[in-house]
């Protein structure tokens, strides 16, 4: 005669609902660490993206020292094609012996923008140059 919780069970049926709930928890395991892998991804993509972005707004920079170097009226207040990646470089501007030039650039959600403060154009002399959140 049996006794407890499996007393009216068939032979079997203690088996197959292990196995059922075994099965659950290997599934819900695989669902949690698939929905890892997607987070994971979503990461990497942003900071790749960001990393792009930096990149092209630091080619625009760059450019705009150059151009600025060469032509002392350069005034910046353009849309630079950089390795097919569109930045900007903001108007420049000149107050009391240096020149401030800002370009940003933006891949996917994620934007760069810098700001650079030079105190000579020729040969180019850089006072800072730094990430900033907003012009």
């Known amino acids: 005669m049996k006794i407890g919780l499996f007393a009216h069970k068939a032979p079997g049926q203690v088996m197959l609902i292990s196995i059922m709930i075994l099965s659950f ?11 890892a892998i ?5 990461s990497t993509t942003v900071i790749e993206n960001k990393a792009l972005a930096a990149a092209a707004a630091t080619a625009c ?3 705009a ?3 600025l170097g060469r032509n002392e009226l350069y005034s910046g207040n353009e849309v630079v094609e950089v390795a097919d990646m569109e ?8 107050n009391a012996g240096t020149w401030t030039i800002e370009t940003y650039a933006q891949v ?5 923008r810098f700001r650079l403060i030079l105190s000579n154009r020729a040969p180019v002399e850089i006072l800072s140059w730094e990430e900033v959140a907003t012009f």
């Open 25 to 35: 928890l290997t599934l819900s395991a695989i669902v949690v660490g698939l929905a």
């Open 65 to 67: 020292m150059d151009r």
């Open 38 to 42: 997607a987070r994971e991804s979503r």
């Open 61 to 63: 920079a760059e450019q």
């Open 108 to 112: 996917g959600q994620q934007i760069a």
């Open 87 to 94: 930045c900007g470089i903001r108007p420049i501007l000149f």
